[in-house]
Every structure is written in C-alpha cells, then in structure tokens.
C-alpha cells in the first residue's frame, strides 16, 4: 500500500465532518466530482469502505471513525510541525504564551517576572485567542505553552493545575435570580451560556455544544449577560477585576470550583517551556487563597 498523503486527508476529513460531499466540497474550494472520486480512491488504496452512502444521507463505518480520529492527530501533527520548524528557525525565537485575555487568576505578571529571572528563559509573546482556543493553538504549534482553565481539551497535552478559586454566575441585574444570594444550577434552568448550551447543566456543556453564538471575548460577553441573553460562569477574580452596574454575580451551590492550569505539548524539550511552567507552579503555590467577591448587583 502506498503511503497516505496530506491532501488525501484534508479531504477525506472534509467529508466525515461535514457527512455530505457537496458542502464538504464547498468548504475545500472544490468541485464535488474530483473530491468524490478522491474518496474512492482512498478507499481503494486502504481496501476498506469509509462511507456508507445512500440517497439520503452519508455515514462512516468503522474503519472511517478509525481513520477519522487518526487523521485529524496526523493532520494536527503536520500543521504544528510547520509552526515548529519555522519558530526554531527564527533569528528571535520566543516563548508564545497562549491565554484568553484576563483570564490569568491575577498570576500573569508575576509569572512573567519569575520567569524572566531564569536563565533559560526566552522573551514571551502573549498570544491571545477566544476561549477554550488555547490547547488547540498548542497542538497546531501556534503557542509553546498556555493558560487554560478546566476542563480542557488535554489530547497530546501535559498540564499542571495552579489556582482553584470559586466560580460564579454572572447574570443580568434586573434578572428576577439576582435578589437571591446563592442559587443551585437548576435554579439557571431556560437560560443560555454564551455558546448557546443550558445553563443549568454546568459549565461543562458548553464543551460539549455544538451550538455556536459568537462571542468570544468578555466585553461581548457581558454585554450579552446585561441583556439578559445569556449567563456566564466567570472565575472569583474575573468577577472582581470587572463589577459592572447591570450585571450581579452570584455563587451557585453546585457549581463546581474553577481551576487554572498551565498546559504545554507532552513532547516539548525546550528548555524555556520547563522554565515558564517552573515559573508558574512557584507563583501559584506563594499566592493568597482566593475568595468569592462580595455578592452584590451593582459596582462600588
């Protein structure tokens, strides 16, 4: 058997996502004549059915779930070994640092300022993306270590956790919830995260949503909340860096404590990489427990 090619997986996955050859084709730029014939190509050179086809739908058999799951860890591998190879060969290599913006317990600063310390240390770029973007960016090779908060998608990843703090529900001020001082998640039951999954399912279904409303930064995302649009689980410190007039956070009894984490790809060697996350265990083991913000609707 011939050795499988990039362009035949970008194809082949193209069409398990989308599970229809015309808007699998559409989304590579192609007619969908060439793309189905490259699918039954593949299948030839492999010897096994990846789809079952009829008239009205498109499903993968097994061998396709199989080759689904590996393709993407292949196409995923590709793409960061390119990001790799040209930040090594960069004549200013640095340390890329993914985070969602504010999203840091407070530690940023003096992580970086630890981290500076250590001879081994490169200069930092922060490379800033939406939420839950950061482990991707570390597989794709577009970061070298982040800041993220769990769960998270860890494939391929090592983590270290470094704050656990209280999570709160941010809500709109005028929302009848918010004359009460603490809620339990089916008390949220008929609201929307920011993603569009229920709210009173926990902050784990917006991982497993499928639903997408975009709003990928806190000034969106407060903004939908002062509507009454949405509600957001939002980390303590989050919560005390921004009191804002028409949003009241509250504590939820059954919400589960948020923890931030350093993650970093498990086969990374670079010596600026040990140095950051040496960096951030260390600040995060000095720093002060933290406490839930006062519980109140308005700033001040």
């Known amino acids: 058997m011939n050795d ?48 079952e086809r009829t008239t009205r739908q498109v499903r993968l058999t ?13 196409l995923e ?12 060969g960069s004549t200013s290599p640095r340390l890329r640092i993914a985070l969602k913006a504010d999203v840091d317990g407070g530690l940023l600063p003096q992580i970086l300022d630890a981290y500076g310390t250590d001879d081994a240390a490169l200069p930092p770029e922060l490379v800033l993306g939406g939420f839950g973007k950061q482990p991707q960016a570390l597989r794709d090779g577009l970061a070298d270590v982040a800041l993220v908060l769990c769960p998270f998608d860890d494939r391929g990843l090592d983590s270290e956790p470094l704050l656990t703090e209280p999570a709160l529900v941010a809500l709109a001020a005028a929302d009848p919830l918010a ?48 509507t009454g649009s949405v509600v957001f689980f939002s980390p303590a410190s989050v919560a005390r860096r921004y009191p ?5 956070y509250r504590p939820v009894s ?16 670079s ?30």
């Open 179 to 226: 004359a009460r001082t603490r809620l339990c998640l089916a008390d949220l039951a008929g609201r929307e995260l920011p993603g569009g999954a229920p709210a009173d399912h926990g902050p784990s279904a917006e991982h497993r949503s499928g639903a997408g409303r975009p709003a990928s930064n806190l000034s969106e995302i407060f903004s939908l909340v002062e």
């Open 62 to 74: 097994a061998a396709g779930d199989v080759l689904l799951r590996e393709a993407r860890t292949a």
């Open 77 to 88: 591998a590709v793409t960061a070994a390119a990001h790799r190879a040209r930040q090594a």
């Open 4 to 51: 499988l090619e990039v362009r035949q997986l970008r194809y082949f996955v193209a069409v398990a996502e989308e599970l229809h050859f015309g808007r699998a084709a559409g989304r590579l730029g192609m007619a969908q004549p060439p793309l189905s014939r490259a699918i039954r190509d593949l299948e030839r050179q492999l010897g096994v059915t990846l789809f």
């Open 244 to 248: 804002r007039p028409e949003i009241a």
């Open 254 to 269: 059954d919400l589960p404590d948020s923890t931030l984490a350093v993650a970093w790809p498990q086969d990374a060697r």
């Open 271 to 300: 010596p600026a990489v040990a140095a950051f996350v040496r960096a951030a265990c260390a600040v995060a083991a000095a720093a002060p427990a933290q406490a839930e913000p006062p519980v109140r609707s308005t700033a001040g």
